[in-house]
């Protein structure tokens, strides 16, 4: 006969054992806790006062990771600012700027535009934007399916095959660079050109821009010039306060770009 | 053993053990949270072959240099030699073999994208020469005037 306080001794630990699932055991796995490449993460750099609002990088950007041209869709685009001297602040991408800013009036959409005149216009300047690739991508955790993820290296990729196309990720990122793929009806992304930088090339938006306002680098290679920048310029990221830790750099940014 | 209280048990078994056999049939064998860990890194490893596969479009003015020399020289000291070659000329995909001829851009838009006055202070367009598209000499093709890779204002007056 078994006393009673060893069998309730017994039975809490079989409780105890059933209830940890095998996953648990490989969560305190170091390795995994602090996941990442220990020599490779990249990150980007905009400098925002060379831009002039070409749109080379967003026409290069289309047509490299094949987005639909003439579909209203962008990995990447370009916003121009304009605020005048009263205080207001205006902001427009028409197509994302696939063809530059070649028009004075502020573009409101639906056709409506908005003249402002040269003496009224206190600073104006372009920002490109692309994906943050977040140190903590909010898009990738509220994925249902596990179709998009990061990889070691910091990219965040979505999977083409095995995406529902639910939309979740284009609700969750802050930053509305995830749109919905008009051909292959998944959601769709920047990845920095994920087939070009394991390349060894740069990401077509980079190579395509005449004025170096676009470079991409190795955060994990002190000697990488972006990484020096980063460290010791005057950088700032979009939407620090959501704490989504974004590795897009941008020089000169102003506090009117959202 | 056959009572009320099993035959459901039974049941519930059954269906768990038909979602496991079902899971190990549609989940492929490389889905897992891999190295990036269980917060952000669930996916079908294989996928990022997939991504490393895509064809590369722009071949950047290094590939264009290989053949073309000498247009590579006589345009880097020109103020459009910033300018990447597949900006105008179009992606070199497998040029020369596919497509043999690049399609030049020669479209007014094209020369506009930089040089449409638009009132940017705090931007570098501000010290790039503009002209107002609608005054300007409107629907001429800009490359009649200046020629695109040595384009010299005092040249042209």
């Not at chain 1, 055991?25 to 609002?53: M, S, Y």
């Not at chain 1, 028009?103 to 003249?115: A, H, S, W």
């Not at chain 1, 284009?170 to 070009?196: L, Q």
């Not at chain 1, 060894?200 to 002190?222: L, S, T």
């Amino acid at each position: 006969m078994m006393k009673r306080r060893e069998f309730l001794k017994h039975a809490i630990t079989v409780v105890a054992g059933l209830s940890l699932p095998l996953a648990a055991f490989r969560i305190v796995n170091p390795e995994r806790l602090f996941a990442g490449q220990e020599d490779l993460r990249w990150i980007f750099l905009v400098d925002t006062h060379k831009c002039v609002g070409c749109g080379f990088c967003v026409s290069a950007c289309k047509i490299e990771n094949e987005i639909p041209y003439d579909a209203n869709v962008t990995r990447t685009w370009v916003e121009r600012y304009l605020v005048t001297r009263d205080g207001r602040t205006f902001a427009d991408t028409p197509k994302g700027a696939r063809d530059g800013f070649t028009d004075r009036r502020i573009d409101l959409g639906e056709g409506q535009f908005k003249e402002i005149k040269d003496e009224e216009i206190e600073k104006a300047f372009f920002v490109p934007k692309l994906c943050n690739q977040c140190e903590n991508p909010p898009c990738v955790q509220v994925c249902p399916v596990g179709a998009t993820y990061r990889v070691p290296d910091g990219v965040v990729l979505v999977d083409r095959k095995w995406c529902i196309g639910c939309g979740y990720c284009i609700m969750g990122c802050p930053y509305g660079v995830r749109f919905f793929h008009p051909v292959h009806r998944v959601a769709e992304k920047c990845n920095f050109c994920y087939h070009r930088i394991t390349k060894g090339m740069k990401a077509a938006c980079v190579d395509a821009c005449p004025f170096g306002a676009r470079q991409i680098g190795n955060a994990r290679d002190p000697n990488d010039p972006v990484t020096k920048t980063v460290l010791t310029g005057r950088v700032g990221v979009l939407k620090d306060e959501y704490g989504t830790k974004p590795q897009v750099y941008y020089l000169g940014l102003s506090k009117e770009v959202r | 053993m056959r009572n009320h209280v099993w035959r459901p048990l039974y049941l519930v078994i059954g269906v768990i053990a038909l979602l496991l056999l079902v899971r190990t049939l549609v989940v492929p064998e490389d889905f897992g949270s891999h190295e990036s860990g269980y917060m952000y890194g669930w996916h079908r490893k294989g996928n990022e072959a997939e991504w490393r596969q895509v064809a590369v479009k722009y071949r950047t003015t290094a590939y264009c240099k290989d053949c073309h020399s000498e247009k590579y020289d006589s345009i880097r000291n020109s103020p459009h030699g910033i300018i990447p070659c597949e900006d105008c000329h179009g992606p070199g995909m497998a040029h020369p073999d596919d497509p043999a001829k690049l399609p030049i851009d020669r479209s007014r838009q094209l020369c506009l994208r930089c040089h449409a006055q638009l009132p940017s202070p705090s931007s570098g367009r501000d010290a790039i020469r503009g002209i107002d598209p609608t005054g300007h000499n409107p629907g001429t093709e800009c490359s009649l005037c200046p020629p695109p890779h040595h384009p010299s204002v005092s040249e042209m007056q």
